[in-house]
């Protein structure tokens, strides 16, 4: 006697699979991602830096006077080549202009740090130029801000919530952002501990 599976059993036994597999598939990583991933895994940063993203000069909306750097609840950007940034503003809320320290297209005097067992501990220093030919100031206005991005590429694929902040010396004070979250390996924070 043979037995039969009725058409209506088959495709819900298929589309169990399909589901399950859909499921239990691992995440598809391009090549630049694993590459960011592996090497973030081995413990490992990339080179950090603060790119002006909008040279566009906006007024400000802070009722503060003071000089700030934010990051929007929506700071995540992927760029259409797969690098990951934080969107963020260096706002000017004072009634003066300020000058900015500047490498080529990037933010001078900009330092990261992580808070790990309750301390802030200082990672990576943006990066310089051989070239003297690339450092120069720019004028921030009186209530105005800019938009840079944050490199985050290293910082997005671990298993470990961290929270991060970045100070950017300016006119020889500090400025500290408010406190968003990266994704550590644990060796990262070992490397940064030791």
Known sequence: MKKYLSIKTVLLIL???QTFAQIKAPIELDKNEKYCADSQQKGNFFRMSAV????????????????RIHFP?????????????????LENNTSENIEIDRIDSTIDFVQEF???????????????????????????KA?????????????????VKVPFKIVMTINGKKIES??????LFESQIKNLIN
Not at 143 to 159: A, R
Not at 178 to 183: D, G, K, M, T
């Open 15 to 17: 589309i169990s699979i």
């Open 52 to 67: 002006v993203f909008n040279e566009e000069q906006k007024q400000t909306i802070g009722n503060e006077s003071t000089i």
């Open 73 to 89: 609840e929506d700071f995540y950007v992927e760029g259409v080549n797969g690098n990951k940034y934080a969107k963020g503003y």
């Open 114 to 140: 992580f808070l790990i067992n309750g301390k802030w501990i200082s990672g990576q220093k943006n990066g310089k130029s051989s070239c003297g030919n690339s450092y120069f100031k720019n004028k921030l």
């Open 143 to 159: 209530e105005s801000q800019i938009e840079f991005q944050l490199t985050i590429s290293d910082l997005v694929y671990g298993n």
């Open 178 to 183: 408010n406190v968003i979250e990266v994704n």
